[in-house]
């Protein structure tokens, strides 16, 4: 999985063409490999919910992976936007990997510094 991250900024002008500040824009959208689209469609979780905002917006793995668009003249909201879609992003793979498990087994390592996979990867928890 990879997630593309395009910022882009326009000079807002006034009536009369007078400098009135910049618009911000931020466009997000997950690229899958074939293996992971095809776990999407054997489950059919497209329509998933992977994040609902403060105002009640949802995002489902179709909106990541048909992409997403936001303007805004706060670099701030800008910003925000952009750490919330890696979240997003970090909450889908692991979904991903949720999926891939079914039909087999793992084994995790609980060590003192931390828990690890069976192979050697350590987990954020």
Do not use: H
């Not at 807002?12 to 899958?32: A, C, H, I, Q, R």
């Not at 992976?65 to 952009?82: A, P, R, W």
């Amino acid at each position: 999985m990879k997630l593309i991250i395009k910022k882009n900024q326009a000079d807002k002008k006034g009536l009369f063409g007078s400098n009135k500040g910049v618009n911000f824009s931020l466009s997000t959208k997950v690229v899958l490999t074939p293996e992971e689209q095809e776990l999407i469609s054997k489950y059919k979780v497209e329509n998933e919910i992977l994040m609902t905002n403060d105002s009640g917006q949802r995002t489902t793995i179709q909106d990541m992976v048909n992409g997403q668009s936001i303007t805004t003249q706060d670099i701030g909201t800008l910003q925000n936007n952009e750490d919330v879609a890696i979240g997003v992003c970090k909450k889908f793979k692991n979904y991903l990997n949720v999926l891939r498990s079914f039909g087999g087994e793992y084994v995790l390592d609980f060590k003192d510094d931390g828990i690890y996979t069976g192979n050697g990867e350590k987990l954020s928890v």
